[in-house]
């Protein structure tokens, strides 16, 4: 499962991640959790198997939007039905990390994180290091 779930270019920058895990491992299904926004981006990407929907809920929750929760939910639940082997975050979001990967208890956990935090929700943590060319 891959997180992806904000801009749309970020989404176009992520294409390549989807590739190689299919190549590198032709019988995994390649789930992408997708904001509504990005979702089109890979709509006919056949290195997806399936897109669930999903914005940054947290920024409805501010305004207190019961439908934020609920969509959550619904989500946590089909994570922990599917029971994913692998859950990657491509955004280094210490939210994402927590309500994707860490709740529904995701065996493998991955992402970068940084001074900001995130590395405790994740069980493979790659320290992101900010260049010149980031």
Same mark, same amino acid.
Request: aromatic share 14%; proline share 3%.
């Given at each position: 499962?891959?997180?992806?779930?904000?801009?749309?270019?970020?989404?176009?920058?992520?294409?390549?991640?989807?590739?190689?895990?299919?190549?590198?491992?032709?019988? /995994?299904?390649?789930?992408? =959790?997708?904001?509504?926004? %990005?979702?089109?981006?890979?709509?006919?990407?056949?290195?997806?198997?399936?897109?669930?929907?999903?914005?940054?809920?947290?920024?409805?929750?501010?305004?207190?939007?019961?439908? /934020?929760?609920?969509?959550? =939910?619904?989500?946590?639940?089909?994570?922990?039905?599917? %029971?994913?082997?692998?859950?990657?975050?491509?955004?280094?979001?210490?939210? %994402?990390?927590?309500?994707? =990967?860490?709740?529904?208890?995701?065996?493998?956990?991955?992402?970068?994180?940084?001074?900001?935090?995130?590395?405790?929700?994740?069980?493979?943590?790659?320290?992101?290091?900010?260049?010149?060319?980031?």
């Amino acid at each position: 499962m891959f997180l992806r779930n904000d801009h749309i270019g970020d989404m176009v920058y992520a294409t390549p991640a989807f590739k190689i895990a299919k190549e590198t491992f032709p019988e /995994a299904k390649v789930v992408v =959790l997708a904001d509504s926004h %990005n979702k089109s981006v890979i709509a006919k990407d056949t290195n997806v198997d399936e897109i669930w929907e999903i914005d940054l809920f947290w920024r409805r929750l501010l305004k207190f939007e019961w439908k /934020a929760v609920s969509d959550y =939910l619904k989500i946590l639940k089909k994570i922990r039905k599917e %029971n994913f082997d692998v859950g990657i975050d491509l955004r280094r979001s210490k939210l %994402n990390m927590f309500f994707f =990967l860490f709740i529904p208890d995701i065996k493998n956990r991955v992402s970068n994180y940084n001074i900001n935090g995130g590395k405790v929700f994740l069980t493979h943590p790659l320290i992101y290091k900010k260049t010149n060319f980031n």
